[in-house]
């Protein structure tokens, strides 16, 4: 590539340049352990070509549009209407499956009983299951005619179609990451922890929520901000149940396929660029949380 | 001298940890590296050893100077802290580690493994695996694993610092004596005092990056250097006024006194010897100390601690004694005087 | 006595409440999808299954997640390496990019691909004018699937060695074994259940990602489908029991890795167990 091409005398040039910066720089590291330059080089390729230039691809095409198009697209009614159903959805979602989570993970720690390990492993399911698969059966089932759609449809609650079929949806797909993160932390807590407070005569409810909440929380959050992201970006499982109703059940990654489907970039790279940028505020909130939640375990 | 550290120095962002020491060891030696957490004690040993690269000094073994050479081809053994035995790998398999990475062949692998394994006592249990061994066996096959490969020198980091108080008293007579019997030398970091002076030939005493004093405990303990090395090594009791004590005076530029339980003797009232050189105090507290009965007490407001025999008839709580000083180390900025009782020395003549 | 019941009480209610809500939110879709593929008979299901679409379908899905997996798997263990077994600037920060693919949206990973290789990218001239078709394509497909399954192996295997610490690498180096003897006699054991495990879920994400592909497939039936491109399509089509017969495939690859997982998770706790205290 004519880029890695240089001269003799610019490769003089840099060799004084090196030896120069050799001599006043630090010695080398020692890393006793052999695999240094080799592993972190692979890495750092592999990372620039997988996730680091393809992100910045998204900067790249949307430096033909002004600023004042792009936020003329994202803060058009109808995207400005898909953020709301995304993030109203996914929050819902991310709450119930706060407390189902955290009850599972304690059903799970706290009691033995028969089919307990099945029902541990079947907490995965929605890992396992292809996301594409469990949208159709989640539409089909909640539909009027299907299993339990029957059942609210002589009531007049629709739920294929409708905003609490995205959540339901949501639910599903984000009740793994609630209960796995929830679970290690039951159980490395002692169950000393519980008794000792009951001995000096709390209540269980007492117990609970002042003793075992306070250290459960970080992973608790944990968990909700993986199921909420989860929840913003998800596609397979929601495309169906959706419906794609705009204004109604029109979801922003549903609005992105939209719009490539008019062949319209622009507002599909606009729109995910804001995605990404809430993802990235999410990501780093759950990367704070678990490095205090390591110190704080280090203290302990 | 074998090992020679020159002008070695290393911070770890804005910490010191090494500041321009340099010390030599002897071919033979068993050297113990003493100072508090923090000191610099560790980082030496891990210089040495190649896991830590100093920022500027050289470090020689045997007149060849070894900074550039990788930790692996240095011939040097290591027994970790916690002793990083291979969990996934047997007791065998971890002392034959060493010697299958240098490709030697099975029989010689075979005979050298159980030879170290009846050296360090564990026959029978080749077979098992680092979990199935109590604390003191591990540490054995640690550093049954470091010797495998012949070092010429073996590095020990806290030998002793994972294993509970009672097996590890054994176990640094027996570390003691095995470093004899296979003759190599060895260099090992502890915090603790007593330990260093019972296992090392010699101690390299260090304090904030920097060398106090290097000398056989003995000397250290008859003869420290600095003020640090006189606290840190033995018993004793900080004091100003020592002035004040009968047989001492002020010496220029010494604001405060060192005073071993050593160096003091206890007398019921009125049965001192030399009433010229007894002080009056009072027993303020009195605790039993396994072989002897500590005494903390109170002479003209300087707080002196004194052990007493168990044999004499005991001191109560509040009863006037009579102290005798022998010795004092009188502590400068930088240096330590080590001063006699005058009027001891005028009766020098009786034995006491 | 009175407490001890109120307990019990406790205990079946929460239970129950567990079981019902696994059931309803978990098992019952998963078994609708085998009555629904079972409703017109087992001829219909062995039709669709055998249908030439669905085992084309089949075949570039399972092409696109071994690649993906392999892939994976390679940078898992660099990375991984590199993240615990060193200290350097800039580590943190590194391991955070290896999460960014957890955090997009699948749609967004296809998108960006299509932003590089597609009409309007940067590299589509270059790609074009050697003839190396990508988006709409399976090289695309392969890409995405990549990058959507791209940290699975790094994250299961970061936590592991970091937990395990360097000292038994640095004594083994201090021995002087070179790299590929420590890694295989001293890291290896300790990795190779997480390793294990970090593969089966980067294979079942892999072989379930539809967003992604969906985004850069063109979805041309017998070209560019993957099987749960397949399921949709179908299912758009209202062929709705032919899409379950198709999905009834995925499930049970589903429940055969879920039970893989629960196995190698199992023993890799009980070796852990063993080994490390």
Redesign the interface.
Known sequence: MSLLTFTRGEICAMNIVTTKLRRFAPRR?A??????G???G???T??SL??????L??L??LSGISWREFWGIVTDKMVLHAYQVSFVCSLIAAVVNCV?GL??A???TR?K?P?R?I????????????????????T??YADQ???GKIFAPLGIKISYTQVGIT?AL??IG?PFVVRSVQPVLEKLDSQYEEAAQMLGASRVRTFFKVLMPELLPALLTGFGLAF?RG?????SV??IAGNIPYKTQI??LL??GK?EQFS?AG??SI?LV??VI??I???SI?FIQSHMNKAAKNN | MYVEIKNLSKTFGNFTALDDISVSIEKGTLVGLLGPSGSGKTTILRSI???ETPDSGDIFIDGKRINDTP???RG?G?V?Q?Y??????TVYDNIA??LK??KRDKKYINERVRELISLIGLDGLSGR???QLSGGQKQRVAFA?ALA?NPHLLLLDEPFAAIDAKVRKELRTWLRETISKVGITSIFVTHDQEEAIEVSDRIVLTNQGKIEQVGSPLELYRKPATPFAAKFIGEGTTITGYFQLKGFSQEQGYESALIRPEFTQVFKQGKSLYPHMTNCGVVQSSFFRGNSQELHIDVQGIRIIADYSLEEEAFQIGEPVDVIVSRLFLLGDDQVLAVENQNLKNVNTVVI | MKRQIKANIT?IL??S???I??G???????A??IV?SLREGWQVLAKTVMDQYTIKALQLTLYAAAIAVVFNT??GL??S???T??R?KGKNF?S?????????????AG??????F?R???AYDFFNSHDIKVVFAVPGIVLAT??VT?PFVSRELIPLMHAQG??????????????L???R??TL??IKWGLLYGVI?CT??A?????AV??VSGKLRGKTNT???H??QL?QEFH?TA??AA?SI??VI??I???L??IVEYKGKKEDE????
């Open positions: 590291k890393h006793v352990i052999p695999g240094f080799l592993s972190v692979v890495t750092i592999l990372i997988i996730v680091v230039i393809p992100l691809s998204v790249v095409a189902f009850l599972l304690w059903v799970l009691y009983f089919g390990r029902l541990d492993g079947l907490i995965e399911l929605p890992f396992a299951l292809p996301t594409a698969v469990a949208g159709i059966a989640l089909t089932i299907g299993w339990i339901i639910i599903f009740i992201s913003l970006g998800e596609y397979g495309v169906f922003a990654p992105i396929m490539l970039y599909a790279t995910a995605m990404i993802a990235f999410l990501l780093f990367n | 050893a190649g896991l930790a692996g081809k040097i290591f970790f916690n990083a035995l291979f969990r996934y790998m580690f060493g990475v240098q695996y680092p979990h694993r490969p | 205990k929460l239970i409440t567990c079981v809500f696994v309803v939110m978990l098992v019952v879709p998963l609708s999808v629904y390679v940078f660099f990375s390496w590199a993240i077994k060193f350097f590194l955070t990019l290896i999460d960014i693919p957890f955090a997009i949206s699948p749609v967004i998108l960006i691909f299509i932003l590089i597609g309007i990218g940067w990549i990058f791209f360097t000292d038994e690498e640095e004594a083994a180096a201090l021995m002087g074994a070179k790299g003897s420590v890694y006699r001293v054991p300790h879920l079942a994400r072989l379930g990602e539809f967003g969906s985004v099987l749960p491109l399921v949709e299912f709705l899409s379950f999905a995925l499930v589903a429940i890795i879920l039970i997982k629960n063993l080994h490390v205290r």
